[in-house]
């Protein structure tokens, strides 16, 4: 058995009943529903303003119902409503963007997963600690701009997609930079850019074992980020600079990979490592999240940044990927959070999966 996440009355809107999967209108919504649906449950969508209409273009992945407010910031008020219904919320990375992680980790609602990784996550110097103390490889940090003897990529804190991001070749050219808050100066690591879906569950006792549970691989994706995936068309960085172009690092969608295969092992290695020191340092990192990283020429994987929920890329998905399909036929990271509610009510053992 595991650690139990949730105080036993916050689950007590569960007993006896199918939980009603809740998610925010957002990011990787239509996944989840679907999800929730081929699994048999019925679904809340939850949105700010009014009820969002795409849903009507994709039947299949519409919720049952939605539940709206007028701003994002007055969904706790939904909470009573949400008990009643016996809602489970499933997080996603706009939801606790939007809404703000101490909104959300104060919501007194069931949530699927530990609430306590949003902490953890959210803060760079934490989430670096963790990793590093796991045994990732990460990408160099400087403390002092003298000690730079490569490529460089300067990060602002908190900056969304990369915003404001300065790169810099060499120590000289970091006198262009000129900071308009706190940053962090990162070597830039050379190589290719994998986003590894993974899941943990705590609950099964088949597969990669890990921790009491076992980990699975859903998928693979890599990010469009704009504006530097097309940057080099228009020449060379230097040019740019001086026309006052920088590079930006938005995600505006995503393209699947698979990762040559001799590399998996180390991949599978690096997760478990970083799943089991979750456990010792806050009680566990439940069900889905994403490696992020650059596997250099001399094939070492440098993580970059974790995300602790479900990713947008796992939309590529929905009906399997190359390596889900080596699990189980037609499974999503959507569908398998599902399975996961579904199986945990069967053992009687929600607590441990939703906090
Ligand atoms: P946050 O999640 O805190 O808002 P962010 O998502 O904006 O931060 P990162 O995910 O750290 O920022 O980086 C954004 C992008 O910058 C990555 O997807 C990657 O393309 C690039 N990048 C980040 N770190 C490095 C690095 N050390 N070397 C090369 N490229 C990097």
């Not at 403390?143 to 900056?159: Q, T």
């Not at 994998?194 to 006792?205: L, N, Q």
């Not at 998905?317 to 069967?346: H, M, W």
Request: some cysteine; overall charge neutral.
């Amino acid at each position: 058995m595991g650690i139990s996440l949730a105080p036993p009355e916050r689950l007590a809107t569960l007993n006896g009943r199918l939980p009603t999967i809740t998610t925010l209108c957002s990011h990787s919504s239509l996944q989840i529903f679907h999800g929730a649906r081929k699994e048999g449950f019925r679904t809340i969508g939850l949105a700010a303003g009014p009820t969002p209409r795409f849903y009507d273009a994709f039947p299949l992945a519409r919720p049952d119902q939605f539940v709206t407010v007028p701003k994002i910031v007055e969904l706790p008020s939904t909470a009573p409503h949400l008990r009643s219904e016996g809602a489970i919320i499933v997080p996603h990375g706009s939801f606790v963007e939007y809404m703000g992680a101490e909104a959300f980790t104060a919501w007194d609602v069931p949530v699927y997963g530990n609430r306590k990784v949003i902490g953890w996550e959210a803060d760079r110097e934490k989430s670096r600690e963790w990793l590093v103390s796991a045994g990732a490889t990460m990408p160099r940090r400087y403390g002092d701009a003298s000690e730079i003897d490569g490529p460089v990529i300067v990060k602002y804190y908190g900056a969304k997609g990369g915003k404001g991001f300065f790169l810099a070749k060499s120590r000289e050219a970091l006198d262009d930079f000129h900071p308009t808050g706190p940053y962090v100066i990162q070597e830039y690591v050379l190589g290719t850019r994998y986003y590894m879906h993974f899941f943990y569950s705590p609950i099964s006792d088949r597969g990669y074992r890990v921790g009491h549970g076992s980990l699975e691989l859903l998928g693979m994706d890599r990010r469009d980020e704009a504006n530097i995936d097309e940057l080099y068309k228009l020449g060379s960085q230097e040019e740019l600079l001086k026309a006052g172009i920088r590079p930006t690092f938005v995600v505006t969608g995503n393209v699947p990979v698979v990762l040559r295969e001799s590399l998996l092992p180390r991949a599978f290695e690096v997760a478990a490592k970083i799943v089991e020191r979750s456990i010792e340092l806050f009680g566990g990192m439940i069900g889905p999240f994403c490696l992020e990283g650059i596997m250099t020429e001399e094939l070492e994987f440098k993580v970059f940044e974790i995300s602790t929920r479900i990713v947008a890329g796992t939309n590529l998905f929905i009906s399997g990927s190359p390596y889900s399909d080596l699990v189980e036929p037609n499974l999503s990271t959507g569908r398998r959070i599902a399975q996961e509610i579904k199986r945990a009510q069967e053992l009687g053992r929600l607590s441990e999966i939703v906090s």
